[in-house]
């Protein structure tokens, strides 16, 4: 019984993966309202109730979505600059991974947060919770970067605040630029970024 139950687990978690990267691109090219039952049926080959078995609600597929998004996220751009040292070393390898993010892309659509905040941004609930807490979490690790960088004498004094709005909407331009088939806009980031890491005088 316990070997049923747990193939039964591993085939489930199998059929989850399969429907989550297909969900998450997309989401990425038509938004998270974009997801249904039924497409990511047709899609998958799988059955709809299956499908709503392990998921329940549209709400609940969002939510499942936007924490899929965020891992693959993590393990594409935050997690490999880990390895460089902390302040602006790591903060352009976490530039140059989120370069290969959006430019790759690693979803269809490319960013997949430029893809769904802008829908969210003016409604309640669980959804617009969760898309936002992971765009503070992404902005507080560029924040703890420039902070370490600041602290340690590596760049001129800055408002840490301004610089990550200034490289955030950077990066929504870039993603965008990107989609249009505007590749000039990877030197573009990179040429703005380091006007903002000037070394102290």
Avoid at 82 to 107: E, I, K, N, Q
Avoid at 134 to 161: C, F, K, M, T, Y
Wanted: net charge neutral; hydrophobic share 50%.
């Amino acid at each position: 019984m316990a070997d049923v139950t747990d193939k039964r687990l591993l085939r489930g978690a199998r059929t989850r993966k399969v429907v989550l990267e297909r969900a998450v691109d997309i989401a990425s090219l038509d938004g998270l309202e974009g997801l249904s039952f039924g497409r990511l049926a047709t899609d998958t080959g799988l059955s709809k109730a299956g499908i709503q078995t392990l998921f329940k609600s549209k709400e609940a597929l969002q939510l499942a979505v936007i924490d899929f998004a965020r891992e693959m996220f993590v393990d594409n751009v935050v997690r490999p600059a880990r390895s460089a040292p902390r302040g602006v070393a790591r903060l352009r390898a976490l530039l140059d991974a989120w370069v290969d993010y959006a430019s790759t892309p690693l979803f269809a659509g490319g960013c997949f947060r430029a893809a769904n905040l802008a829908a969210f941004d003016g409604r309640t609930g669980p959804v617009h919770d969760a898309l936002f807490r992971d765009q503070r979490e992404w902005l507080d690790v560029i924040a703890g970067e420039l902070r370490h960088a600041l602290d340690s004498g590596e760049i001129a004094d800055l408002d840490v605040e301004l610089a990550v709005f200034q490289i955030d909407a950077l990066l929504c331009a870039a993603n965008t630029a990107l989609r249009l088939g505007d590749d000039s806009a990877v030197s573009k980031v990179r040429r703005i970024v380091e006007g903002l890491l000037t070394a102290p005088r």
